[in-house]
């Protein structure tokens, strides 16, 4: 058995973009993989990420403007492939072995998601990288996240955020006097209604005991330390 902390990075599809220009933006792609690389560089975690794929494809914004939600589903799963790809490329152009699976099959270029191949791939040091969601319509990452953190037992899911570097008590954006929480429990958050993760989600990691830590990834050097547990951001338990 490894030594080694088991840690799910959840990154959303916005991180990689640099807003209308560009959905994948290479040049922000190679700086989350720098700042996963710190972190892996400690040699203390097995490191899985998911990324979702707001910044190409959202099937619920698609179903509200007609569309078929469980077909706008899947073109939002297949979205975060895209997504897991460009990842993978940036994190293996540092010298990082790493896999991608996904849990919808395209074996050509990904191996399929199979639980216990995904733990003989940390063993084996490798960064996993976790393409197409769930695998059904109607989740989102966020569960993706919660789920494989469940049965791939990591202990902590880290929720990197653009933008934000916590979770507050009202849209800091909008309200000068939002307060930050330094942390919360499971139970608070779902009774708070604080929209950390949808609900799915955040019933998941309380059931599961899994712990969330939500931090600004574009403070450097954050991923690494909400890794190991250190107090950024807001941690949820
Ligand atoms: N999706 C899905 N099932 C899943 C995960 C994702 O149907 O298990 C679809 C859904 O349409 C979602 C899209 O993929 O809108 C992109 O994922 P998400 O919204 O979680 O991405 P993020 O907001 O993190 O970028």
């Known amino acids: 058995m490894s030594e080694k902390t088991r840690v799910i990075l959840k990154l959303s599809g ?20 720098k700042e996963v690389k710190m972190a892996y560089d400690l ?16 099937g619920k914004t698609a179903s509200e403007m007609g569309m078929e939600r469980s077909s706008a589903d899947y073109m ?22 790493t896999r991608t699976m996904t849990s919808l099959n395209i074996p050509q270029v990904a191996e399929p998601y199979i639980r216990r191949k995904a733990i003989s791939n ?7 990288i976790f393409g197409g969601g769930t695998g059904n319509p109607y ?7 919660a789920l494989r953190a469940a049965e791939l ?3 902590r899911i880290l929720m990197a955020k653009n933008g934000t570097d916590g979770v507050y008590d009202k849209d800091p ?21 604080l929209g950390v993760m949808d609900s799915t989600a955040s019933a998941l990691c309380k059931d599961n005991d899994i712990e969330i830590v939500v931090f600004d990834m574009n403070q450097p050097g954050n991923i690494k330390r909400a890794a190991a547990g250190d107090a950024v951001g807001t941690r949820i338990y």
């Open 14 to 33: 916005e991180a990689l973009s640099n807003g209308d220009s560009q959905a994948i933006d290479p040049e922000k792609v190679r700086a989350i993989a």
């Open 43 to 58: 040699d203390k975690f097995e490191i899985g990420i998911i990324v979702g794929g707001g910044n190409i494809w959202r």
């Open 76 to 97: 939002g799963m297949i979205a975060t492939i895209l997504n897991a790809l460009a990842l993978q490329n940036a994190i293996e152009e540092l010298g990082i072995e």
């Open 122 to 128: 940390f063993e084996k040091n490798r960064i996993v």
């Open 139 to 145: 989740f989102s990452t966020d569960t993706t996240s």
């Open 153 to 155: 037992g990591a202990k």
């Open 173 to 193: 954006r909008k309200y000068k006097d939002a307060t930050k929480y330094t942390q919360l429990t499971h139970q608070e958050v779902l009774e708070l209604g």
